[in-house]
C-alpha cells in the first residue's frame, strides 16, 4: 500500500513541477541568476531534487489534496490547479460530439504504427478542442491505456 502511495504522490509531484515550470508565481524573481522562486520551479535541476524541495514546502493537508482526480491551486506556492486526467483509450466522445475509435484490442488488430499515431493525434486534437471551449471541466492531460494508480494487483 505504502508504494501505491508513493507512485501517486511522486506522479502528482511531476505533474505539479510540469505546471509550476511553465507557470511561476508572479512574484518570482526573473533575474538571469535567480529566474526561479524555488528550486522546484527550476527545470534544469534533476527531478528528485525538485520533488524533494516540493514536498518540503507542502503541508500535510496539501499534499492530501493533490491525492485527488481535480488538485486545488496552492497560491503561496505559485501552482495552479489541476486535473490530473482525461480518459481517452479510443476518443473523448463522453465529453461530447467528437469521434470513436475501435476499442484498444480492435486498434491494436491493425498492427499499423502510423494509424495509432493518426489516431493518437486526432484524439489530442478533440481534447485540446474540449479544453479551449471549457478548460475548467477538460484538461489536456489524457489516458490511453487508462491508467488506474490505485489498481492493486491482487484484484485480478
Known amino acids: 500500500m505504502l508504494k501505491t502511495v508513493r507512485t501517486i504522490m511522486l506522479a502528482a509531484m511531476c505533474t505539479i513541477l510540469s505546471a509550476a515550470a511553465v507557470n511561476p508565481p508572479p512574484t518570482a524573481a ?40 481535480y488538485q486545488p491551486a496552492i497560491p503561496r506556492l505559485g501552482i495552479p490547479a489541476f486535473k490530473t486526467g482525461t480518459e481517452a483509450l ?4 463522453w465529453l461530447g460530439e467528437a469521434t ?5 484490442v480492435g486498434l491494436a ?18 481534447v485540446r478542442g ?15 491505456p487508462v491508467v488506474d494508480l490505485l489498481r492493486d494487483p491482487r484484484w485480478g
Open 130 to 144: 474540449f479544453h479551449h471551449l471549457d478548460p475548467a471541466a477538460n484538461g489536456v492531460n489524457v489516458w490511453a
Open 90 to 93: 479510443h476518443g473523448v466522445a
Open 30 to 69: 526573473k533575474t538571469q541568476a535567480d529566474q526561479y522562486e524555488y528550486p522546484f520551479q527550476d527545470p534544469s535541476l534533476p527531478v528528485q531534487k525538485r520533488v524533494s524541495d516540493l514536498l518540503s514546502r507542502l503541508t500535510l493537508e496539501e499534499k492530501v489534496s493533490l491525492m485527488h482526480q
Open 109 to 126: 488488430h491493425t498492427w499499423d504504427r502510423s494509424l495509432i499515431k493518426q489516431i493518437g493525434s486526432a484524439v489530442g486534437d478533440e
Open 100 to 104: 470513436v475509435f475501435p476499442q484498444a
